[in-house]
């Protein structure tokens, strides 16, 4: 997917989490090879991620590159042959 075409998803997957403390175009460089639907899980389970860490406090939800590195490890321990390349990994 090309990478404007990521930077779009990614914006739309990210509007409610905004301001943001990153620059989106790091999430695109980081999703390299991805498809829509890996942005769309990785979106997901970054947001549960920073709430996990976020817990019951009063903080407000602020999502960090550590969440979104956390995810994609995570999605890529379990994505194994037609899993993977519904994601996108494509053996990688």
């Known amino acids: 997917m090309h990478p404007d075409l990521r930077h779009r998803y990614l914006s739309r997957y990210l509007r409610d989490y905004e301001p943001l ?3 989106i175009d790091d999430l695109v460089d980081r999703s390299e090879g991805t498809t829509q639907a890996f942005l769309k899980e990785w979106v997901h389970r970054a947001v549960q991620i920073a709430t ?7 903080q407000a939800l602020s999502l960090a590159l550590s969440d979104f590195d956390e995810a994609m490890a995570e999605m890529k321990e379990f994505a ?9 990994f494509h053996g990688k």
């Open 80 to 88: 194994e042959g037609t899993t993977g390349s519904i994601l996108g």
């Open 21 to 23: 403390t990153f620059d």
């Open 52 to 58: 996990e860490r976020v817990g019951a406090s009063d």
